[in-house]
């Protein structure tokens, strides 16, 4: 009996400093490591497609980063299409971006392409180093390149409606295959570069045709 009531004490003073210094307990949420600091991507079909990232079809991407805040970007395949990326004009903080519709605009040598918001959300920050230098769009677009972080109340819901795992692989495959299609066998063949797709894919394009597929492929 005395044993029992001495463990029964014990348990209650863990149970009292616990509730009055739960916070030394709670264990270290860790932040997601942005893709360009961890391993090397998986290339699908000759374009990295890193795991953590979630894909919209319009080629965006949006990666969580816990509390509710998303940043989002363009994938390697946008980037590569898009050629030389002379500046971006889009929204500023505080501007609601609303999944699937136009977010922002990349303004290249060859003109303009919309690109859709891959998820919903308040703009809480914007990449003011791509502003300055848009060229990380397409040597980094999955780390410095990225453009704008959102707040998104919902999250979850956003994320749902995206693109990830052997479901986006399946996807960059078939938009690779799309691509191949369109473009003729010998033009295809010199937009790789050692099997992965090349970094301005879109200067060896005409005005015309580069802007018939960034429409298509971006969903714009």
């Known amino acids: 009996m005395v044993a029992l009531l001495v463990l029964a004490t014990f348990v209650g003073f863990i149970i009292v400093d616990y509730l009055l210094h739960r916070e030394k307990y709670r264990l270290p949420v860790a932040e997601p490591v942005p893709p360009s600091e961890s391993a ?3 290339v699908v079909a000759g374009v990295a497609l890193p795991d953590p990232l979630n894909y919209h079809p319009g080629h965006t991407w949006a990666l969580q980063r816990g509390h509710g805040r998303i940043r989002i970007g363009v994938d ?3 980037a590569s299409l898009l050629g030389r990326v002379q500046r971006i004009e889009g929204p500023p903080v505080g501007r609601w971006l609303r999944q699937g519709e136009k977010g922002w605009t990349v303004i290249t040598e060859h003109g303009e392409a919309a690109m859709v ?3 919903e959300g308040e703009i809480v920050a914007v990449n003011e180093r791509v502003l300055e230098d848009p060229s ?3 040597r980094d677009p ?3 390149g990225w453009l704008y972080e959102v707040y998104s109340p919902d999250a979850q819901v956003s994320l749902r409606n995206l693109l990830n795992g052997a479901l986006a692989r399946r996807w960059m495959e078939w938009a690779v295959t799309e691509l191949r299609q ?6 295809f063949a010199t937009a790789l570069d050692g099997g992965r797709l090349q970094p301005e894919l879109g200067l060896q394009l ?3 045709r580069w802007r018939q597929l960034t429409r298509r492929f971006f969903l714009t």
Request: hydrophobic content about 45%; proline content about 17%; aromatic content about 8%.
């Open 182 to 187: 369109a473009l003729a066998p010998q033009a």
């Open 76 to 78: 390697e395949f946008a």
């Open 40 to 42: 090397p991507a998986p």
């Open 206 to 208: 005409d005005r015309e």
């Open 117 to 119: 918001a891959p998820v």
């Open 136 to 138: 990380l769009i397409t």
């Open 142 to 144: 999955y780390g410095e």
